[in-house]
């Protein structure tokens, strides 16, 4: 793309990184990471917002009449987005986790505020961590970011927000009474285990994630003899398929986006999906990481530069358009975007950022959800041996005292705000109003009452309402 902005000075970013002033730091990384996004310009005009427009929105036609059948000419009608088609939520492995009944609260009040979908906690290593003694009860006893299936789900269903199981094999962490190291039993614990939780969660799930980074096996401190057989994953998705007939089934992989983007039809997910589909297992969603770890070891002024690729929308979007080649919906599972140091200009980038990645996701014809990750400063993963600690990352969108971040601010008015239709209309003579909005749930406002109807892709146009 043709662009007269001058390159950036390297070396003055690097001296800007080494001071001790906290808005000089921070805003070399906002030179660092904002520059693709500020390159794309005519991308964001010309490519981005035009498929925001004619992928997420659509025509409206509704008409009003009386009991009797006569258009209502003439009347003044107020219309309402009231819920996203679209799903945008994050993990809720934070619920009823602090240590206080207010934290609790406060944790309960926002969540539906600002999301419509749930991330639940299936770690079989947390879930049944005794043989034969699984955690599903709500009042299953606590383990730290682990919260029990049921309890989630009940909130979800109380506060009219889906919930998502993650994950059904994610041979990492397992249980440590199980035979590791014999195939047989392993994957006769494992038919076990998709048997009861289909048994348990049939129909009351979004969706069903059925492997999580195997990719990243080879990493793993502890796995089982399975994740060395060759069609590991066409068994997991038959025996998922078997289990579950009628629910989505999802596949998960870590950050590949801009890898994808870079390597075309040669990257390892790419090529991994197209040889499940080739040996027919039944994916029926593609879904991939978007963790931006910035530092979870190293500071994050020594490591950024490994991790700018994740800011260049003109990669992202093609890693993304070679995924979506396989016709599959597609979902950014797992959101990550740091903080880059202290202060209000730290947070006001972080929240920069969100803005441009949420636009670039959003934008994508087959994209379906966005579930950032850990929303909460301080409460993310930390392995045991401290060697990792996502905390160092401030990749939350709340602090600690639960109060939202710029971020959090930010992906909650573009949700309610800018990508939401609210519009007031007169009624024609053939009791007809028209408009443009985005897919989801609406209310109608008319002579004092309240009606409900939905804007929905590939569904009738025009809808009579009487009132």
């Known amino acids: 793309m043709e662009t007269n902005r001058q390159p950036l000075d390297m070396d003055r970013i690097r001296e800007m990184l080494a001071s001790e002033d906290q808005k000089t730091k921070v805003a070399a990384f906002r030179m660092l990471c904002m520059e693709k996004f500020d390159q794309a310009e005519d991308l964001f005009q010309n490519c981005i917002e035009p498929n925001i427009e004619k992928y997420r929105k659509g025509d409206c036609v509704l008409r009003l009449t009386d009991e009797q059948g006569k258009p209502l000419a003439n009347q003044r009608v107020k219309i309402n987005q009231t819920g996203h088609d679209f799903k945008y939520g994050a993990n809720i492995f934070l619920l009823d986790e602090f240590p206080t009944e207010e934290e609790n609260q406060k944790y309960r009040d ?6 419509n979908l749930a991330t639940v906690p299936f770690y ?6 005794e043989q034969d003694k699984p955690r599903y009860a709500a009042d299953s006893y606590k383990i730290h970011r682990r919260p029990a299936p049921d309890l989630c789900v009940d909130y979800c269903n109380e506060k009219g927000i889906l919930p998502k199981l993650h994950c059904l094999f994610y041979d990492k962490f397992i249980p440590s009474w199980l035979p590791k190291q014999d195939a047989a039993e392993m994957k006769r614990f494992y038919e076990k285990r998709f048997a009861e939780i289909a048994e348990r969660y049939t129909g009351k799930m979004y969706e069903f994630e059925v492997s999580n980074e195997l990719l990243d096996e080879w990493k793993w401190d502890a796995q089982s003899v399975l994740c060395s057989e060759r069609d590991i994953l066409v068994w997991a998705y038959d025996l998922a398929r078997k289990y579950f007939p009628n629910e989505t089934l999802v596949i998960n992989e870590s950050n590949r986006t801009p890898e994808i983007g870079e390597q075309d039809y040669r990257s390892p997910y790419f090529m991994l999906i197209e040889n ?20 979870t070891r190293y500071k994050q002024e020594d490591v950024i530069y490994n991790y700018l690729q994740y800011f260049d929308p003109e990669k992202l979007l093609k890693g993304l358009g070679h995924l979506s080649e396989f016709g599959k919906p597609l979902e950014i599972t797992e959101i990550t975007i740091p903080t880059f140091g202290e202060g209000e200009e730290a947070e006001q980038l972080q929240a920069d950022l969100l803005n441009r990645l949420y636009h670039v996701w959003f934008s994508v014809p087959n994209m379906e959800t966005l579930v950032y990750w850990n929303t909460v400063e301080g409460m993310a993963y930390r392995r045991p041996d401290g060697a990792s600690d996502e905390n160092r990352v401030r990749g939350g969108i709340f602090r600690r005292d639960l109060t939202p971040k710029k971020a959090a601010l930010e992906l909650k008015r573009l949700f309610t705000e800018q990508w939401h239709t609210e519009v007031e209309l007169v009624t024609d003579a053939e009791g007809c109003v028209s408009f443009r909005g985005f897919y989801g749930n609406y209310s109608a406002d008319v002579n004092g009452k309240t009606l409900t109807f939905g804007l929905h892709k590939n569904e009738e146009i025009q809808q009579n309402l009487i009132v």
């Open 110 to 115: 926002f969540f539906h505020q600002y999301f």
């Open 124 to 129: 079989w290593a947390e879930l049944e961590p």
């Open 276 to 295: 499940l589909l080739l040996k027919g297992a039944s994916i029926d969603k593609i879904g991939i990481q978007n963790h931006i770890f910035c530092s």
